[in-house]
């Protein structure tokens, strides 16, 4: 591949269905049978430059499409598939042993329909911890029920021949419990709130740089919602299994999910980022916006993707089952995730063919940094090279 060569892009959708056992549907479809999953993905390929290698990109409840790097591996000539799981858009019912489910019909039909010889899996974001899980029950699986205790068969995928973990969070329970504003006191009304707790109230004597002491106590507040938050979905849960009622699951609302002190301290797990700012812009805003981290769940969803406690989706955790070689790059301005999650990855993966590198000054998207979406291309054509996956 020239290095510098740009091709044009060809987009194919990949769209597939299969028959999942399920209790109840939990996303909307247009199939009548019961339990049929449909999936849609788009397959992107560069006009004139076929490959037997394939760059899989997928996270729980989102395409990634929409971002910049993603494309431009395109355009510099390699094969991308942006994988949509049956949740996408809709994290509401996620069930994050599904959505692995979802990841190895797309791997199965990528390499056995559409013919490529070697597929790596590339997580970014909220889909490191989803790419994490999936390699490591392909490799091994020892998942066989969720968190709420629904029986899931992750046997039978294929893995992924090498894997890279991209700017990527450990688990969406661990983002939420450092998100989760711990100043709510009444969860049916979150006007209700402590003063000393709410980071965006004037009132709050404590300013950054927050002391260790005031870190602490904020830390243990927020880990304390989230399990009276688990609490009651277990609590809900229960109910619903005792027959009592005629439901078969029940919604969870969720007030004001972003609250990470270190989004407005720059002393905290320090790196290039911008303060005040944060991956969905103002934190104050985001704190209560409807699209806010973890607003809108169920009771099986919340124990599976958000219980800090419960989920079987953190990457770190299965790192060390995980074989093939693997990327793992931090972003040092990163508006999203802490860089100490890239790490602790890195640390834990169980495979000998590992690399770490830090793209100095690159924010979460790479949004208007067109050199430092450079280099990055460069970084994983460069690793993917040197490992034989560049035709």
Not at 138 to 144: F, G, H, L, Q, V
Not at 205 to 213: E, G
Not at 281 to 295: E, L, M, W
Not at 300 to 322: M, V, Y
Request: proline residues 6%.
């Amino acid at each position: 591949m020239a290095a510098k060569e740009q091709f044009e892009i060809d987009r194919t959708l990949i769209s597939l269905a299969y028959n999942d056992s399920l209790a109840t549907r939990d996303v909307y479809g247009f199939r009548s049978s019961a339990g049929n999953v449909q999936l849609d993905g788009f397959l992107f390929r560069p006009i004139g430059k076929p490959s037997k290698t394939l760059i899989i990109y997928m996270h729980p409840a989102s395409t990634v499409h929409h971002l910049p790097l993603p494309m431009e591996l395109v355009r510099m000539g390699y094969h991308v598939l942006c994988a949509g799981s049956r949740y996408n858009r809709n994290e509401s019912a996620l069930i994050m042993e599904n959505v692995v489910r979802d990841y190895g019909v797309y791997v199965h039909h990528m390499k056995e329909r559409m013919g490529y010889e070697k597929v790596v899996v590339a997580g970014w974001s909220g889909g490191g911890s989803l790419t994490a899980f999936y390699q490591a029950m392909a490799e091994k699986p020892t998942i066989t029920q969720t968190p709420a205790g629904d029986p899931v068969d992750l046997t039978g995928m294929i893995p992924g021949d090498a894997m890279i973990f991209h700017a990527a969070h450990l688990s969406r329970a661990e983002i939420l419990r450092d998100f989760i504003d711990p100043s709510v006191v009444d969860e049916h009304n979150p006007a209700i709130r402590d003063v000393e707790l709410d980071l965006y109230d004037p009132r709050n004597p404590n300013k950054p740089p927050y002391s260790a002491d005031y870190l602490e106590h904020f830390r243990q507040s927020q880990l304390a919602r989230m399990r009276r938050r688990t609490a009651l979905a277990r609590e809900t849960l229960e109910l619903i299994r005792s027959g009592t009622t005629d439901e078969i699951e029940r919604c969870m609302l969720t007030h004001r999910t972003l609250a990470n002190p270190l989004f407005l301290d720059a002393t905290i797990d320090p790196n290039d980022r911008r303060i005040n700012w944060c991956f969905m812009g103002d934190p104050k805003t985001a704190n209560s916006s409807p699209a806010g981290v973890g607003r809108f769940s169920n009771t099986r969803a919340w124990l599976s993707q958000w219980s800090f406690d419960d989920t079987n989706a953190h990457a770190e955790i299965h790192a060390p089952n995980i074989s093939v070689p693997m990327l793992a790059i931090e972003n040092s301005a990163d508006d999203a995730i802490p860089g100490t999650h890239t790490k602790r990855f890195f640390n834990a993966y169980g495979g000998e063919d590992k690399t770490y590198k830090l793209m100095k000054g690159a924010n979460h998207y790479y949004v208007d940094q067109p050199q430092e979406l450079a280099d990055a291309i460069d970084l994983i054509h460069g690793w993917l090279d040197a490992r034989g996956f560049v035709d």
